[in-house]
């Protein structure tokens, strides 16, 4: 148990379907991250937000709309879709944003299992 | 090619044995982490370096900044370590973000 909880942990989705993805921290960070785990390839960051303000938007399609209305949540809306879209889906916190650098840990979620068909 | 370069991809180990797992970094950074996935997907943060050595239990982890290497090491393995290790690095001077390599595949048979 990391402090940061995603759901669903699985999802199956059509192109043509809406979903969205939830990301909860019990930490008290500021800042939270998505990334994508694509099989064979390094986690990609894909936004960040850091004191609910979104800070880094790494060229991510707009089928992907990030939401975060406070610190401790995090949202990922999904709209259609695309089947190369399918991954692991990572949510992460930290105490800031500058964390990952500057002496603090990053906590990562379970991740959400994404299959578009 | 990635900045962020690990060694070997996959590694098979007899429980109890030494295990030694490479990361090799391209750029100048002001840390270094080394991650664990669990077939699961979830992943647990087990060290941030930015010189010298840490060690947590059996695990111990080294970095050399001149040589731009680090390495994790697990003492007396265990099935139970079988996962993914993830090495991922802060470059100096850049936005703090991490950089990630595409990690390192490790199955321990009893």
């Known amino acids: 148990e990391t402090g940061v909880t995603q759901t669903p942990r699985h999802l199956v989705m059509g192109m043509t379907n809406k979903k969205s993805l939830k990301c909860e921290q019990h930490?008290?960070?500021?800042?939270m991250y998505w990334y994508k785990q694509s099989a064979k390839k390094p986690l990609e960051l894909m936004f960040v937000y850091n004191f609910k303000e979104q800070t880094e938007n790494n060229s991510v399609p707009s089928r992907f709309s990030p939401e975060c209305p406070n610190s401790s949540h995090l949202f990922l809306h999904l709209h259609t879709l695309q089947p190369e879209d399918s991954a692991l889906y990572l949510c992460?916190?930290?105490?800031?944003?500058?964390?990952?650098?500057?002496?603090?840990?990053?906590?990562f979620g379970e991740g959400s299992w994404l299959t578009v068909v | 090619k990635n900045e962020v370069e690990q060694s070997p991809q996959n590694l098979t180990a007899q429980e109890g044995e030494f295990i030694t797992i490479n990361c090799s970094y391209s750029v100048g950074i002001s840390a270094l982490h080394w991650l664990q996935q669990h077939p699961g997907g979830g992943i647990v943060s087990l060290f941030m370096l930015s010189s010298g050595k840490k060690k947590h239990g059996r695990l111990i982890a080294t970095i050399n900044i001149q040589e731009k290497h680090s390495s994790l090491h697990i003492t007396a393995s265990h099935p139970r370590d079988s996962a993914v290790y993830i090495c991922?690095?802060?470059?100096?001077?850049?936005?703090?973000?991490?950089?990630f390599g595409k990690g390192m595949k490790l199955t321990v048979n009893p």
């Open positions: 992460a916190s930290s105490r800031t944003e500058l964390g990952a650098g500057s002496g603090n840990t990053i906590y």
């Open positions: 930490l008290g960070h500021n800042a």
């Open positions: 991922a690095v802060v470059p100096q001077g850049g936005s703090e973000k991490l950089v």
